[in-house]
C-alpha cells in the first residue's frame, strides 16, 4: 500500500526527470541551468532543514558550508587536483570540522545569542575569504578543472543534472532516515520541549552537535556541486544574505517537513528568476514579499500539497 | 537513598532554600508540604538539578550529584515529574512514553525509526496499562484531559525505570475523581518505589506518606511520621492552622 | 612603531568603539526590553547615512544635514515600527530575523534605486576638516576626534537617562523582566515605540557620522551591524554599560589588530607569509574574542537578564 506521499514523491521524481529532454526539445538550455541550480541548493535547504526545522537551531550562518564546499574544490582544483572523489571527500570533511567548531562554541548558546554568533562566525569565513588574495580575494576565482570522476562526466550538462538530481533524492531520503530515528526523535523531541528532554534524561548538547555537523557536511557537498555548476567561486556564496535566502528555502517550504525545503528551494529560486526578468531592482520586491510571507503565512508551501509529518 | 545537608540557595537578598537536611530512605514515600512561597519548588529544583545550590550538598545513592546537570541525574535513576505539566504536546502519548523508554536505554540510532522498535514500544505500552491510559496510547498528547496529562507526566517519570521518584504536585488541577484514580494508583506505586511527593492535597498526602516533612520559608521545621504531624503545634500554626 | 603612531591608532579604535556603541546601544535595548531581534538596524545606519548626506547637499548646510537625517531616520524607524515591526513582536525569533531580512533587502533595494550602488562621497564639514595637534606631538584629524567626542556625550547621556530617570527606570526594569513591567500597567506599546526610535535615532547618528570615513553605499549597514552582534554577545544583551565597555574593547581590538599585527607578525614569520596571513588573522581577530568570551562567559560580561 503506497501512501499518497510516496505517489507524489514519485511523481514530482519522474517530472524532475523528463525535464532535461523536454527543455532542451524546446530549444531552451537555460532552464536546464536553473532546475540543477535549484537542486544543488535544495539540497542545501535540505541540510538547514535537519538543524533548523526539526532542531530547531536558528542558525544564520549555514552559507558557509556552501563557500567551504565550494572553495574545496576550487582550491584543490588550483592545486592541480582533479579527482572529483578527494574534492568531495574535502568538501564534506572540512565542512564538519568547521561546524564542529563553531557548533562547538555556538550550541553553548540559544535564543538571540545562537543567531548572532552563527551570524557572526559566518562573517568571519567571509572576510577570511576575501582577505586570501590568492584565491581571488573578493573578486572569488575561476575553476581550473571539474570534479573528474570515473563513468560520469559533470562537463555534460545533462549529465550533471542527473547526478544533481540524483543526490538530492538521496540527501532527502538520508534525512528522512535520520530525523525518524532515535537520534532524529531525540532532537525534534528537545525542540519541542526541552525541560522534559532533560528531565528523562538526554543531554540536549550532544544531540544538537552532531545534528549541527551532519547538517554542515551534507552542505558542503552541496557547495562542491555548485563549484562545479557555476565555474566560478567567490565569497560572496558565504553571505549573510546567502544565508538568509537558505532559511526562507527551509521557512517557505514548510519546516520540519520532508519536502518542505526542496519546495521551498523551488519557489524562492523561480520567484527570484521571474522578478530579475523584470527588474535589475527586484530586491525591492522580494524584501516585502518576504515581510508578508513570514506574517501571513507560517505554515508553509508544503502545507498545501498534504498534511506534513508529525 | 536521597542525603539532602545544609542546602542553601538565595536568590538576591532571598533566602529560598535555608540550610535544609532531609534523609530520604530507600522505599519510602516522603511528602514536603508546606505553605506557598515556602520554598518548595526552588527545593524541587535543586534536588532535580535544574538550580545550584550556593551551599550543602545532595547525595543520591551514595553519590555526591550536587554539580550534576539534570539529564545526568536523571540517567542515574532520579526521575521527575513536573508541577505545570510539561510533555511533548505533538507527540501522541505512546510517542511520549516510548521516548521515555530510548533515554533510559541509553541507546541511540540514526537510521532505524525510533517509533517502530519494539523494544521502545513494548516498555512503553506495558507502563501505560499500569498508568491506565492505554486506551489513549496513539492520542495526540495536547488532546488529553488535563487530569490525563497527569498522568502522562508521572508515566514518562516511571518509564525512565527511576531509583527514585521525584512527583511535584501530581495531582495539581485535579478534579475530586481523577486525584482519587491518581491516588489509587500512588498507593499501588509506593510500594515498589522510593518517592518524594510535594502536594498541596492533604488527603492525598496522609493516606500515602510515610513520613512529611514541613517546609516553611525555606527551612524544615519538622519531620516526622503522619500522625505526629498533625499533632505538631509550629506545624499547626505554620499550615494547617486553618484547616485543623 | 612609535607610542605617537600606537596612540593614533588608539584613538581611531576609540572612534569606531564609538560608532559601534551607538549601534548596540539602541540594539541591546530592543533585544532586551522586546525581545525582538531587528537584522534591519542596519537600514537605520544606512538611512541615516544617506539622509544626512542628501540634506546636506541640498541645504548647503554640514548642520542643517546632521538634524534632518536624524530627524528623518527617527520618522523611518517609526514608521517601520508601527507599519511592520508591530506584528512581530509576539512571534519568535525565527519569524522575526526572517522579515527584518526581508526590510534589509527592502531598504538596499530602494536606496540603490534613489542613489545608485556606487559609494557616494561624503565629507567633513570645513570647521572640521582639520586636524588637532595631540600631546605626544602628532595631528589627529578634527573630525575623527569629534566623534568620538559626541559619541563619549552621547554615552553620558544615555548613561543619565538610564540610570536617573523614571524612563530609564522603566527600560532597565523592561530589560530584566518585561512580563512585569507589563503587568504593573505601564503602556507598554508606547514604550516600545519609543525605545525604538531612541534606538533609530542612535542608529542614524553613527550612520550620518560614520559617512564622511567609511564609505556611504548600499549595504553599509550590514557590514557594521555583524560587529555590533559581536559587541552585543561580549557585552551582554540588553545592556548598555555592557555595549559600552563591549564596544571599547572591540573597537580597539579591531583597529589596533588591523594596523598591527601584519607588521607584528612579520617580526616572527616571513615577510610573504605575514602578508598573506596578517590581513585574514586581523579580520578574524574580533570574532576570535567573541569565542573566547562565549567559552568562559556565555551570558556575556554584564548581562541584563534577570527574570
Redesign the interface.
Known amino acids: 500500500m503506497i501512501s499518497r506521499r510516496i505517489w507524489l514523491w514519485i511523481g514530482a521524481t519522474i517530472i524532475l526527470a523528463l525535464l532535461p529532454p523536454v527543455v532542451l526539445a524546446l530549444g531552451q538550455p537555460f532552464y536546464l541551468d536553473l532546475a540543477r541550480r535549484i537542486l544543488i541548493l535544495a539540497i542545501a535547504a535540505v541540510s538547514l532543514n535537519l538543524i ?1 526545522g526539526y532542531g530547531g537551531l ?1 542558525s ?1 550562518g549555514h552559507a558557509a558550508y556552501l563557500g567551504i564546499g565550494a572553495y574545496a574544490v576550487g582550491i584543490l582544483g588550483f592545486y592541480g587536483i582533479g579527482n572529483g572523489w578527494i574534492h568531495l571527500l574535502v568538501a564534506v570533511v572540512a565542512s564538519a570540522i568547521v561546524a564542529a567548531a563553531i557548533g562547538a ?2 550550541i ?2 540559544s ?3 545562537f ?3 552563527t ?3 559566518t ?2 569565513l567571509y ?2 575569504g ?5 584565491f581571488g580575494g573578493d573578486d572569488g576565482m575561476r575553476l581550473k578543472t571539474k570534479s573528474q570522476f570515473p563513468l560520469v562526466d559533470l562537463k555534460d550538462p545533462v549529465v550533471f543534472y542527473y547526478v544533481a538530481l540524483v543526490l538530492l533524492l538521496l540527501s532527502v531520503f538520508v534525512t528522512y ?2 530525523v ?7 532532537l525534534r ?1 528537545t525542540k ?2 526541552e ?10 548538547y550532544p544531540y544538537r552537535l552532531a545534528a549541527f555537523v551532519i547538517s554542515g557536511a551534507m552542505c558542503g557537498l552541496s557547495g562542491a556541486l555548485y563549484a562545479n555548476h557555476t565555474n566560478y567561486i567567490t565569497p560572496n556564496l558565504m553571505s ?2 546567502q544565508s ?1 535566502d537558505l ?2 528555502m527551509v ?1 517557505l517550504g514548510g519546516m520540519a517537513t520532508t519536502s518542505g525545503p526542496v519546495i521551498g528551494a523551488f519557489a524562492l529560486l523561480l520567484v527570484e528568476d521571474l522578478l530579475a526578468g523584470w527588474t535589475q ?4 520586491i ?6 508578508l510571507s ?2 501571513f503565512f507560517r505554515r508553509g508551501l508544503a502545507g498545501i500539497f498534504y498534511n506534513p509529518d ?1 | 537513598m536521597l542525603e539532602i545537608r545544609a542546602l542553601t540557595k538565595n536568590f538576591g537578598a532571598l533566602r529560598a532554600t535555608d540550610g535544609v537536611t532531609l534523609t530520604i530512605e530507600d522505599g519510602e514515600t516522603h511528602a514536603i508540604i508546606g505553605p506557598n512561597g515556602a520554598g518548595k519548588t526552588t527545593l524541587i529544583g535543586q534536588l532535580a538539578g535544574d538550580l545550584r545550590p550556593d551551599a550543602g550538598s545532595i547525595r543520591f545513592a551514595g553519590e555526591d550529584v550536587t554539580a550534576l546537570p539534570a539529564p545526568r541525574r536523571a540517567r542515574r535513576g532520579l526521575a521527575r515529574s513536573f508541577q505545570i505539566t510539561s510533555i511533548y504536546r505533538e507527540f501522541t502519548t505512546l510517542q511520549n512514553v516510548a521516548l521515555a523508554v530510548q533515554a533510559a536505554s541509553g541507546r541511540t540510532g540514526f537510521w532505524r525509526p525510533a517509533f517502530a522498535d519494539e523494544s521502545l514500544l513494548f516498555p512503553a505500552k506495558k507502563i501505560l496499562e499500569e498508568v491506565g491510559l492505554e486506551k489513549r496510547m496513539h492520542v495526540v498528547a495536547a488532546n488529553l484531559s488535563h487530569g490525563e496529562q497527569r498522568q502522562l507526566e508521572v508515566a514518562m517519570a516511571l518509564a525512565t525505570r527511576p531509583r527514585l521518584l521525584l512527583l511535584d504536585e501530581p495531582m495539581a488541577g485535579m478534579g475530586i475523581e481523577e486525584s482519587q484514580r491518581m491516588i489509587a494508583f500512588l498507593s499501588t506505586l509506593k510500594r515498589k518505589q522510593t518517592i518524594i511527593l510535594v502536594e498541596h492535597d492533604m488527603d492525598a498526602v496522609f493516606r500515602l506518606a510515610d513520613r512529611i516533612s514541613v517546609l516553611v520559608y525555606g527551612r524544615v521545621i519538622a519531620t516526622d511520621v503522619p500522625e505526629k504531624i498533625k499533632l505538631n503545634e509550629e506545624v499547626r500554626r505554620a499550615y494547617l492552622g486553618e484547616e485543623s | 612603531m612609535t607610542f605617537g603612531l600606537l596612540f593614533e591608532q588608539l584613538l581611531n579604535g576609540l572612534q569606531f568603539g564609538v560608532t559601534l556603541f551607538l549601534m548596540a546601544a539602541g540594539l541591546t535595548l530592543v533585544f532586551g526590553i522586546m525581545n525582538f531581534i531587528n537584522l534591519a538596524h542596519g537600514s537605520l545606519y544606512m538611512v541615516g547615512a544617506y539622509l544626512a548626506l542628501a540634506a546636506a547637499n541640498w541645504t548647503g548646510s554640514y548642520l542643517a544635514g546632521v538634524a534632518l537625517g536624524l530627524a528623518g531616520t527617527l520618522v523611518v524607524g517609526m514608521a517601520v515600527e508601527v507599519v511592520a515591526l508591530r506584528n512581530l513582536y509576539d512571534r519568535d525569533h525565527l519569524d522575526q530575523v526572517l522579515a527584518t531580512f526581508g526590510l534589509i533587502l527592502f531598504f538596499n533595494e530602494l536606496v540603490a534605486i534613489i542613489w545608485g550602488r556606487a559609494a557616494l562621497f561624503a565629507s567633513p564639514p570645513s570647521w572640521l576638516a582639520g586636524h588637532i595637534d595631540l600631546f605626544t606631538g602628532s595631528r589627529y584629524p578634527a573630525y575623527r576626534a569629534a566623534i568620538i567626542l559626541v559619541g563619549l556625550v552621547t554615552a553620558l547621556i544615555l548613561w543619565y537617562v538610564v540610570t536617573r530617570t523614571r524612563l530609564g527606570m522603566l527600560i532597565r526594569a523592561g530589560a530584566s523582566n518585561r512580563t512585569m513591567v507589563a503587568a504593573l500597567g505601564v503602556n507598554i506599546r508606547l514604550l516600545y515605540t519609543v525605545v525604538f526610535g531612541f534606538g533609530a535615532a542612535l542608529a542614524g547618528l553613527a550612520g550620518l557620522m560614520a559617512g564622511p570615513i567609511y564609505n556611504v553605499q548600499p549595504g553599509m549597514g550590514e557590514l557594521v551591524l555583524i560587529q555590533v552582534f559581536v559587541v552585543i554577545v561580549i557585552g551582554g544583551i540588553g545592556s548598555v554599560r555592557g555595549a559600552l565597555v563591549g564596544a571599547i574593547i572591540v573597537g580597539i581590538v579591531d583597529t589596533l589588530g588591523r594596523a598591527f599585527l601584519k607588521p607584528l607578525m612579520a617580526t616572527i614569520v616571513s615577510a610573504p607569509a605575514a602578508e598573506s596571513a596578517g590581513p585574514a588573522l586581523a579580520s578574524m581577530l574580533i570574532y576570535l574574542l567573541m569565542a573566547v568570551v562565549l567559552a568562559f562567559r556565555p551570558q556575556g560580561l554584564f548581562p541584563a537578564r534577570g527574570g
Do not use: D
Open positions: 533548523l536558528v544564520f562554541v555556538s553553548r548558546t535564543g538571540i545569542y543567531i548572532m554568533i551570524l557572526a562566525f562573517q568571519m572576510y577570511l576575501i582577505s586570501v588574495a590568492e532516515r535520520i525518524n530515528s532515535r537520534f532524529g526523535m531525540v523531541a519541542s520541549n525541560p522534559r528532554s532533560r528531565a528523562i534524561g538526554f543531554s540536549p549573510w544574505q538568509g532559511m526562507f521557512i531592482h527586484w530586491q525591492v522580494l524584501g516585502p514579499l518576504l515581510i513570514v506574517i508529525a
